[in-house]
């Protein structure tokens, strides 16, 4: 399940810090209800193999009316509105909590850099939009990069080593990321017998680097293709590609242009 929002503000931009994602996470677990939100945050869902503990959503970075500017010296980026956000999660209750808040509340707030006091963003139009349907293969773009890592460990210190799109493990790593989803959410095993992957179509040369807290993810935008099982496509369009979803990585939509 997908929900697709549109903001207005009182001018007509709004300018955020360029590494902003925890402050729209922030938002979403303000806005969802408070026994569901600490429940997520605290603990997830649990991966009965590994024990990990899976949010099961993921958001899109703000989509502005027109191109942002960036002030790097500032370290500032101003968006101009309308803005669009997408938010996802295989979750019902995860949907419709958020979605009665915000129709609700009508309207969300930023403590945004180039105001004294908070923002407000009103609320223009929230609605459900519905998963695509299934194709195999389907070329999708990026909402918000794609994060795939592996943590090592070198000279007794753990090290986080991200891949690019051009390496094998990249798609390897995303395919049974989702087969780990499938697993904790359904509490069935998915075994692999067709060929699936992710590839690139059209990229940047360079990755976006973000921080999130004091962390620095990096992740991949751009154009993919995808082919999948019937079984994993819902969960890569509701819960996101690769890693760090929870953080604003990996919501992609269709591509519905010439790459």
């Known amino acids: 399940m997908r929900l697709r929002i549109k903001f207005s503000g009182k001018s ?74 997408v938010i996802a999660s295989p979750l019902q209750e995860f949907i419709v909590s958020l979605y009665n808040t915000l129709r609700k509340k009508g309207a969300i707030y930023f403590y945004a850099s180039d105001e004294p006091e908070k923002q407000t963003l009103q609320l223009l139009n929230v609605w459900l939009e519905p998963l695509p349907l299934y194709k195999r293969p389907v070329l999708v773009e990026t909402l918000s990069p794609i994060s795939v890592y592996r943590t090592e460990e070198k000279e007794n210190k753990n090290y986080t080593h991200y891949f690019s799109p051009s390496d094998p493990e990249f798609s390897n790593l995303i395919i049974m990321n989702l087969v780990r989803k499938y697993r904790t959410l359904t509490g069935n095993k998915l075994s692999l017998n067709e060929g699936a992957y992710i590839k690139p179509v059209k990229i940047p040369s360079r990755e976006n680097i973000l921080y999130f807290k004091d962390t620095i993810i990096k992740g991949w935008s751009g154009i993919f293709e995808l082919s999948i099982p019937k079984e994993l496509f819902p969960l890569a369009f509701s819960c996101g590609l690769g890693a760090k979803n929870s953080q604003g990585f990996g919501c992609i939509s269709i591509w519905r242009g010439n790459p």
């Open 12 to 85: 007509e931009a709004i300018s955020l810090p360029c590494h902003h994602n925890e402050m729209l996470q922030g938002i979403i677990y303000h806005y969802l209800n408070g026994h569901l939100a600490e429940r997520l945050h605290a603990n997830g869902i649990r991966d009965p193999e590994s024990n990990r503990g899976l949010k099961f959503f993921t958001f899109s970075r703000l989509i502005s009316a027109k191109k942002p500017t960036i002030d790097p010296q500032n370290n500032i980026i101003k968006f101009y509105f309308p803005l669009t956000w």
